[in-house]
């Protein structure tokens, strides 16, 4: 049965056209703000992760993601352009006012992870 991206959950199979799998799905990449699917970061055996545009992708549904391409193509798709910046607040430097103020401001009391 069909379902939309915004459900699609991690570690479902990745089918190629020909059938085999080459992965399983690791994240969703959307702009849910504006309902625009990009495409699917995907782990690979032995190649990592992999990102895959949504035009490659034939059909998702409650049991896997089946793509346009074949296996060799899939083999081929390329890394992710930009790893995702991770934060953490640190509770230790803020107060609770501190940490509203700042949360609506810019949040200048968070750390960006190297």
Do not use: C
């Not at 459900?7 to 799905?25: C, H, I, K, M, N």
């Not at 296996?71 to 953490?88: G, I, Q, T, V, Y």
């Not at 949360?103 to 190297?114: A, M, S």
Request: charged fraction near 25%; hydrophobic fraction near 35%; avoid cysteine.
């Amino acid at each position: 049965m069909p379902i939309a991206y915004q459900v699609l959950e991690t570690g479902v199979p990745v089918l190629a056209s020909d059938g085999e799998q080459v992965g399983t799905v690791g994240s969703v990449l959307s702009a849910p703000e504006e309902d625009v699917f990009h495409g699917l970061l995907i782990n690979t055996p032995g190649h990592g992760i992999r990102f895959l545009e949504a035009d490659s992708i034939a059909s998702i549904h409650e049991h896997g993601v089946d793509l346009r391409i074949d296996s060799a193509a899939a083999l081929n798709l390329p890394e992710p352009e930009h790893k995702a910046p991770m934060f953490d607040e640190d509770p230790a430097t803020q107060t609770k006012w501190s940490h509203l103020v700042r949360k609506y401001t810019g949040r200048n009391d968070w750390h960006h992870e190297r």
